[in-house]
C-alpha cells in the first residue's frame, strides 16, 4: 500500500503542479483594455510687427507740388502678421493732433487716412477699410482665415487735407531746416 500511496501521491502532486500551470496560463492570457483621451487644444495667436526700417514715416512737404496735392507715402511690407484663425487689425491714434515739436501749433490727425493692401505674394483673402485716423481704434484690415508671415502694405495718405496749400503756413520761421508735427499710431490685432 505504500507503493500504491506514493504513486498516489505522485500523481497527486504532478495533477496538482499541472492545474497550476494551466491557471498560471490562463491568468498570463487573459487581456485587458485602457482609453485614453486626447485633446488637440489650440489657443489664438496673433503678432503684428512694424518693419523696423519704417517704424517713422515721414511725409514731407518739400515742393510748391506737394503743397498744391498733398503727399500719400507707401510702405512695402510695412505689417507682418501671424495669426491663427481669423483676424481684426485696427488703428488708432495717441493724440487727436499732430503737434509742432517745441511749438504748440496742432494739426488734427484725421487729416491722414490709412489705407491698406495685400503685399505681393500675400493671398489672403482679407478685406480693407480706409480708416480716417482717430483715437478711436477703427478696422482697417479684416480677414477671415489666419496665417503666418502675411504682409500688408500701409499708405498714409494726405491728399485730401493737405492739398490746395492748406499747409502752406505750417512752417515756422525757426525750426531749422523744418517744422515736425507729430503723433503717433498704434496698430492692434485681435481675433476676429
Known amino acids: 500500500m505504500d507503493e500504491f500511496s506514493l504513486n498516489e501521491r505522485f500523481l497527486s502532486v504532478a495533477l496538482l503542479v499541472m492545474g497550476l500551470l494551466v491557471s498560471v496560463n490562463r491568468a498570463e492570457a487573459q487581456s485587458g483594455s485602457g482609453n485614453v483621451v486626447i485633446n488637440l487644444k489650440f489657443r489664438p495667436v496673433q503678432t503684428i510687427v512694424v518693419t523696423s526700417a519704417q517704424k517713422t514715416t515721414d511725409i514731407s512737404y518739400t515742393s510748391t ?50 489705407k491698406a493692401l495685400n503685399s505681393t505674394g500675400n493671398e489672403t483673402d482679407s478685406e480693407f477699410s480706409d480708416v480716417t485716423l482717430s483715437t478711436a481704434p477703427a478696422p482697417l484690415i479684416t480677414s477671415n482665415s489666419g496665417g503666418r508671415d502675411l504682409k500688408y502694405d500701409i499708405i498714409y495718405d494726405n491728399t485730401q487735407a493737405g492739398s490746395a496749400n492748406q499747409y502752406i503756413n505750417k512752417y515756422v520761421s525757426p525750426d531749422k531746416p523744418e517744422s515736425v508735427y507729430t503723433s503717433q499710431v498704434t496698430y492692434t490685432i485681435v481675433t476676429h
Do not use: K, M, W
Request: proline content about 2%; glycine content about 12%; overall charge negative.
Open 65 to 114: 507740388n506737394d503743397y498744391q496735392n498733398g503727399i500719400a507715402v507707401t510702405h512695402d511690407g510695412h505689417l507682418t502678421v501671424f495669426s491663427t484663425g481669423g483676424f481684426l487689425i485696427s488703428v488708432e491714434a495717441s493724440n487727436e493732433n499732430f503737434t509742432r515739436a517745441g511749438g504748440t501749433e496742432t494739426i488734427p490727425v484725421s487729416d491722414v487716412v490709412i
